[in-house]
Structure formats: C-alpha cells, structure tokens
C-alpha cells in the first residue's frame, strides 16, 4: 500500500539549533518525493522535490533533504532554524502508481524555542 | 492579484444550507485541486480537474459537488452537510507536466453546526 509517515507530530528546537525532519514512505513504483511547509493560518508552498539525479536536493528558505532508496526515506534538514521556520511540515510522494497524486503525510509541527 | 486565492475564509453554516467556496488561480495554470485538511490528518484529495474537465473524484459524498467552468475557477457546491465535514478546504493549481508541484490558496475554513 502507498503510504506516507512523518514518525514525529510535533518537535521542539531551539532558534539556531540544526533540524532535521523524518519521512519514511511505501511506494511500488519510482517516487517523486516532495516537502511542503504551512505556515499558521496559510496555504502549503513546495520547500523542494526530488525526481531524479542527486539525491540531495536544495530548497527554499535554506533546506535541504536528502533521498535513501535502501531506508524509503526522505529527510529533510536545515543547518540552523530562525523563529520564522515555526510551521507544519509535511512530507508526499507521487508517481505512476497513484497517477502522479500526491500521498501525504500527517505533519510534523516545529516549535522554535528562543 | 497573485497566486491562488479563495473565498470565503471562514463559513459557518447549518446542516441544512447550501453555500459553495470560490478559488481563482492567477498562474496560467491548466489542472486545480481540492483537498480537505482535518487536524492531525494527511490531506484528503477530493477533486481534481484538468483542463476543465475532473480526471479525479476520490469517493467523495454527494453533498460536495465540484464545478470547474474554466481553467482559472473552480467552485465546491456544499448542502446537506454533517458536522464531520468541518475542515479547511484548500484550492490547489499546477502546471499538467510538473507532477506534484502545487500551489494552494489560503483555504476557507469551514464549520458545520
């Protein structure tokens, strides 16, 4: 079955601490793996994606993520938060088996202590 | 206007209304989306069109009915609803050809009584 989790609900980091976000995924066929980040009270906006090539991607806001085919993983980390990184992050993938909609993950919610 | 946007924000309604929630893309996008956000959930995709016609409808109650006149609105008709149904419904728009890249409105949070 196709499925997305982010093991975390929510995780407390301290402002200039380095974060680093878990997904693990179940998906049969090649994945396009995806970050989106909500901010309180808006919409999601894509943090990065990976479909093919470097393993390592590089997004907006100063993330990264980093794809392990033996794990089913795709965690995605910065070096060190700002307060304005409080959000919910959520992880999808897509493909051919769910016609190139997204499955999602459930959220993992990042508090910043000052 | 920019982006994604939809209206209205917030909606109260009783079990017995009819109302509906409004989303424009800006993009020049060709394929929209809704999707329904519950607390402590992944996103549930309700309906998708591409290029005005819906390619997607994930067993999604009749009391929701999607209607996508062109390419830049979409519409998602509601009456009869169930307290259950209270969520945020977010509008999405992308590009056919860039799976996966999808840009959302703000959402309109809708209550239920």
């Known amino acids: 079955a196709q499925s997305v989790t982010q093991p975390d609900i929510h995780i407390t980091v301290s402002e200039g601490a380095s974060l680093e976000l878990r997904c693990n995924y179940s998906y049969g066929a090649t994945p396009y793996l995806f970050w989106y980040v909500q901010s309180p009270g808006q919409g999601l906006q894509l943090l990065l994606k990976?479909?093919?090539?470097d393993t390592l991607v590089q997004g907006i806001k100063g993330f990264e993520a980093e794809f392990k085919r033996s794990q089913s993983s795709f965690n995605l980390r910065k070096p060190s938060v700002h307060w304005s990184d409080a959000a919910e992050y959520f992880c999808a993938v897509g493909g051919m088996d769910s016609n190139y909609q997204l499955i999602w993950g459930a959220g993992t919610k990042l508090i910043i202590k000052p | 206007e920019t982006g994604v946007t939809q209206t209205p924000r917030h909606l109260v309604m009783g079990m017995t209304n009819k109302k509906s929630l409004k989303c424009e893309q800006h993009?020049?996008?060709?394929?929209m989306y809704w999707y329904k956000q519950s607390a402590k959930k992944p996103l549930e995709l309700m309906f998708v069109y591409n290029f005005k016609e819906q390619t997607e409808n994930n067993s999604v109650p009749s009391r929701f009915s999607p209607e996508c006149p062109n390419s830049s609105h979409l519409f998602l008709h509601l009456h009869t609803l169930q307290p259950e149904d209270s969520a945020l419904y977010l509008c999405?728009?992308?590009?056919?050809?860039?799976?996966?890249?999808?840009?959302f409105g703000e959402g309109s949070r809708l209550t239920v009584l």
């Open positions: 993009l020049g996008h060709n394929a």
């Open positions: 990976y479909f093919s090539g």
């Open positions: 999405a728009s992308s590009q056919i050809g860039r799976p996966g890249e999808l840009f």
